[in-house]
């Protein structure tokens, strides 16, 4: 079956510019966590859906970060007004059920450029 | 705030040698997962560890679990260059989400 897919697999923009990244977890998975990795960094955690509902954001950095995940599948992560520093690769990952006691898969991650 | 620590974070070692990468964490955590991360690519799962005393092999890597010392060992025997790649330990954070906090990463670079 397929796994997480990530869209655009690379990204480039300028500052200040408005950037969506798309986020396709493996089907029926009900849990989907959004990551940042930053360069010789490990993952850090920015949001958790379950089902439709962010149930917890608090990893946001700021709030010109924000996601939707409307109908409790794909997922956007959307970025306004981007800064150099937002540079990163923006990992997605999803489980069946959310909580500690589900496995999580990682997509390919797409990689944001902020010039 | 919870923390995880890898050490070291770089390590060069010639094939053949074993070694071993350590994984500390801050807070009480029943799981522990490691994953391998090559150069410009997603996560690869490599193990999940359950329980106190936990221990798993998969070739020439063997990760272990210590809950009580809060401390996770990710051992490579023999090593290869086909294991050449960055590996990163990861526990789950507070509350029931499930969102992971990971430590630092360890890049392993294996010379032939």
């Known amino acids: 079956g397929a796994g997480v897919s990530q869209t655009p697999s690379n990204k480039v923009t300028e500052k200040g510019k408005y950037v969506e990244l798309r986020c396709d977890p493996i089907s029926g998975h009900t849990a989907l966590y959004w990551y940042r990795q930053s360069l010789g960094q490990g993952p850090e955690f920015l949001i958790y859906?379950?089902?439709?509902?962010?149930?917890?954001d608090s990893g946001l950095p700021n709030d010109r970060f924000f996601a939707v995940r409307p109908e409790g599948s794909v997922s956007t992560l959307k970025i306004q007004r981007t800064e150099r520093g937002d540079s990163a690769v923006y990992l997605c990952?999803?489980?069946?059920?959310?909580?500690?006691?589900?496995?999580?898969?990682f997509g390919p991650g797409t990689r944001l450029t902020v010039l | 705030e919870l923390k995880v620590e890898q050490n070291p974070l770089f390590l060069s070692m010639q094939e053949g040698k074993n070694y071993t990468i350590y994984c500390n964490y801050s807070t009480t955590s029943d799981r522990l997962y490691w994953y391998r991360q090559d150069p410009g690519k997603s996560l690869e799962s490599l193990f999940v560890l359950l329980s106190n005393g936990a221990v798993k092999q998969e070739g020439r890597l063997m990760a272990s679990l210590d809950t009580k010392a809060r401390l996770s060992t990710l051992h490579i025997t023999a090593a290869v260059h086909d294991l050449s790649a960055t590996y990163f330990c990861a526990v789950h954070g507070s509350g029931n989400t499930g969102k992971l906090i990971f430590g630092q990463g360890t890049t392993l670079q294996v010379k032939p």
């Open positions: 990952a999803s489980s069946p059920w959310g909580g500690t006691y589900n496995e999580q898969f």
């Open positions: 859906f379950q089902g439709t509902g962010a149930a917890d």
